[in-house]
């Protein structure tokens, strides 16, 4: 199928007008490039198939529409960050929450996006300080739900602001080794009202980061209850994976999936992972140099195995 690079000419131009547009925490990169990984291979701008390219464009021009009418409003910043990152031009969104930043100080919102692209790039020091700020500037807000940019079948959200922080922040520390903060993170999370989809995708890297913090009997109290039976709307991938943990699915079922790269990415991490605690470190490192080598290094379960590759 052919491919389209998601060279973004109207955002680079419009940001070009903004105080704010550099930002000296990026790394250098050749034209065209992103960022670096953790391995030191150069990450391009992901390419899209020429039909999802003119839906994201489509709602990226519109994004840019609102803007250039209200520059000053807060939803028209974020959208128009978020639409850029869905393009896969993520130093871009970066530079437009960053605006947002300065333009909405005590909005975390900002941050929290922000925070969520500097992990896209793998510059984690900036994500945890964003994610830090974020939670201090929400500390006494009341929880809001987070409408999703990408929708899901039922158009139905399933996250909220301080949800997103945490999870986003867990991961940070997660894959910076940094487990017992993690498990911090996770646990704040999971004592919101969340929705399934939202507590099964937090139960998930809470279990991990449980079983590399050493916590084993904590992590297998904490899934003792998940069964096929939960409802959820679209992350089947931690749903199924979590029951190959308690040792009711069976990993093998997964191995050929033909899921998306986003899920293949994600099930292929969960089930090294699974190979990885339970003493099969060769056929983890296969897997996980296998998700690798497919290069969708956006994907939170590729940078999750490109941080084992690393260490």
């Given at each position: 199928?052919?491919?389209?690079?998601?060279?973004?000419?109207?955002?680079?131009?419009?940001?070009?007008?903004?105080?704010?547009?550099?930002?000296?925490?990026?790394?250098?990169?050749?034209?065209?490039?992103?960022?670096?990984?953790?391995?030191?291979?150069?990450?391009?701008?992901?390419?899209?198939?020429?039909?999802?390219?003119?839906?994201?464009?489509?709602?990226?021009?519109?994004?840019?529409?609102?803007?250039?009418?209200?520059?000053?409003?807060?939803?028209?910043?974020?959208?128009?960050?978020?639409?850029?990152?869905?393009?896969?031009?993520?130093?871009?969104?970066?530079?437009?929450?960053?605006?947002?930043?300065?333009?909405?100080p005590?909005?975390?919102?900002?941050?929290?996006?922000?925070?969520?692209?500097?992990?896209?790039?793998?510059?984690?020091?900036?994500?945890a300080?964003?994610?830090?700020?974020?939670?201090?500037?929400?500390?006494?807000?009341?929880?809001?739900?987070?409408?999703?940019?990408?929708?899901?079948?039922?158009?139905?959200?399933?996250?909220?602001?301080?949800?997103?922080?945490?999870y986003?922040?867990?991961?940070?520390?997660?894959?910076?080794?940094?487990?017992?903060?993690?498990?911090?993170?996770?646990?704040?999370?999971?004592d919101?009202?969340?929705?399934?989809?939202?507590?099964?995708?937090?139960?998930?890297?809470?279990?991990?980061?449980?079983?590399?913090?050493?916590?084993?009997?904590?992590?297998?109290?904490?899934?003792?209850?998940?069964?096929?039976?939960?409802?959820?709307?679209?992350?089947?991938?931690?749903?199924?994976?979590?029951?190959?943990?308690?040792?009711i699915?069976?990993?093998?079922?997964?191995?050929?999936?033909?899921?998306?790269?986003?899920?293949?990415?994600t099930?292929?991490?969960?089930?090294?992972?699974?190979?990885?605690?339970?003493?099969?470190?060769?056929?983890?490192?296969?897997?996980?140099?296998?998700?690798?080598?497919?290069?969708?290094?956006?994907?939170?379960?590729?940078?999750?195995?490109?941080?084992?590759?690393?260490?």
């Open positions: 199928m052919k491919k389209i690079p998601a060279i973004l000419t109207v955002t680079a131009i419009l940001l070009l007008m903004t105080a704010c547009q550099d930002r000296p925490d990026l790394p250098d990169v050749p034209e065209g490039a992103q960022t670096y990984s953790m391995l030191g291979d150069t990450l391009y701008t992901p390419e899209l198939d020429s039909a999802l390219y003119e839906e994201y464009r489509e709602n990226l021009d519109e994004a840019l529409s609102d803007y250039r009418i209200d520059p000053e409003e807060p939803e028209n910043l974020i959208w128009l960050g978020r639409r850029t990152a869905y393009l896969g031009e993520y130093r871009e969104a970066i530079g437009i929450f960053t605006e947002g930043m300065y333009k909405h005590e909005d975390p919102r900002m941050l929290r996006h922000r925070g969520h692209r500097y992990l896209t790039l793998r510059l984690f020091d900036q994500a300080e964003d994610f830090e700020s974020a939670d201090i500037l929400m500390r006494h807000m009341d929880d809001q739900i987070e409408p999703d940019g990408l929708p899901n079948e039922l158009n139905e959200p399933t996250s909220t602001l301080k949800s997103n922080v945490w986003h922040h867990g991961l940070v520390e997660y894959i910076r080794g940094d487990y017992s903060k993690a498990v911090e993170l996770y646990e704040k999370a999971l919101l009202d969340l929705t399934n989809d939202m507590r099964i995708a937090t139960t998930y890297w809470y279990y991990m980061a449980l079983k590399r913090d050493g916590k084993d009997e904590k992590a297998g109290e904490i899934i003792k209850d998940i069964t096929p039976d939960i409802e959820i709307i679209e992350n089947d991938a931690y749903l199924n994976l979590l029951l190959v943990f308690n040792g699915f069976d990993a093998d079922r997964f191995i050929e999936s033909d899921g998306d790269d986003l899920q293949n990415a099930l292929g991490y969960g089930l090294g992972n699974w190979h990885y605690i339970n003493g099969r470190e060769d056929k983890a490192f296969e897997i996980w140099q296998e998700i690798y080598d497919a290069g969708n290094w956006p994907a939170f379960g590729f940078i999750a195995a490109e941080a084992e590759l690393a260490r």
